[in-house]
Nanobody
Framework: QVQLVESGGGLVQEGGSLRLSCAISGRTFRIANVAWFRQAPGEERVFVATMRWFGDTLLYADSVKGRFTMSRDYAKNTVDLQMNSLRSEDTAVYYC??????????????????WGQGTQVTVSS
């Protein structure tokens, strides 16, 4: 099994920045891809960013491209999401997710088997 724990959410004004972190533990050798998703109230969980756990592939949703940066730290087994120029529409619960080498989609929530508990990000206008 793989466990994920997010941290770093909070309240920020529009134009501000936050950095989310996801601590990954357990059978990390099983991980092929990691991702961030977000879910606003009454809406579906949507893709934010994804990257290969080992590799250079990195993909962002159009809505965050140029503002968010996803990174990983092998030594700490963490995956971070640096969020700049935040907008009110970025308000959501942010989830870290991981998947094995299943060939499943890396941009839809149903492709991921392992999830963190989520962290709230609120951007005030």
């Amino acid at each position: 099994q793989v466990q994920l724990v997010e941290s770093g959410g909070g309240l920020v004004q529009e134009g501000g920045s936050l950095r989310l972190s996801c601590a990954i533990s357990g059978r990390t050798f099983r991980i092929a891809n990691v991702a961030w998703f977000r879910q606003a109230p009454g809406e579906e969980r949507v893709f934010v960013a994804t990257m290969r756990w080992f590799g250079d592939t990195l993909l962002y949703a159009d809505s965050v491209k140029g503002r968010f940066t996803m990174s990983r730290d092998y030594a700490k087994n963490t995956v971070d999401l640096q969020m700049n120029s935040l907008r009110s529409e970025d308000t959501a619960v942010y989830y870290c997710a991981a998947q094995g080498n299943t060939g499943a989609s890396t941009t839809t929530a149903d492709g991921f088997a392992y999830w963190g508990q989520g962290t709230q990000v609120t951007v005030s206008s």
